[in-house]
């Protein structure tokens, strides 16, 4: 007996209703409008963690609902938050390491560039 397609996967993936996708995409573009205006503020040494919190939020939007997510098993939700924090852990020995030489930098100097 030859199956079809259908009866090999008889389960229909999640449908998104299309009213709750218009207010993901309308709160990721709050959120961007946001990410503009914080650059307006001086927040000091928090300008960098504001940006990067709004990009997380933008980004765990995008992964739970427009990637499904949030309705997927709950492995592959354990998979991305172990991504997540692997990219802060990377972010942050980053910004340590910039302590470092930060003093030597030299503000508004650029070394000539011979032609």
């Known amino acids: 007996m030859?199956?079809?397609n259908h009866e090999a996967h008889p389960e229909v993936g999640h449908?998104?209703?299309?009213?709750?996708?218009?207010?993901?995409?309308?709160a990721l573009v709050v959120l961007t409008v946001v990410t503009v205006a914080v650059t307006w503020v001086d927040?000091?040494?928090f300008n960098l963690f504001a940006a990067m919190g709004i990009a997380t939020?933008?980004?765990?939007?995008?992964?739970?609902?427009?990637?499904?997510?949030?309705?997927?098993?709950?492995?592959?939700?354990?998979?991305?938050?172990?991504?997540?924090l692997?990219?802060?852990?990377f972010i942050g020995a980053v910004l340590l390491d910039t302590t470092v030489y930060q003093p030597d930098?030299?503000?508004?100097?650029?070394?000539a560039v011979n032609r």
């Open 57 to 84: 939020v933008k980004a765990l939007l995008v992964a739970l609902f427009f990637m499904h997510l949030r309705w997927d098993r709950p492995v592959n939700g354990v998979i991305f938050l172990t991504a997540i």
């Open 86 to 89: 692997f990219v802060a852990i």
């Open 105 to 111: 930098l030299i503000p508004d100097h650029a070394p």
């Open 2 to 4: 030859e199956t079809t």
């Open 15 to 26: 449908v998104t209703p299309v009213d709750l996708l218009l207010k993901v995409w309308g």
């Open 43 to 45: 927040l000091g040494p």
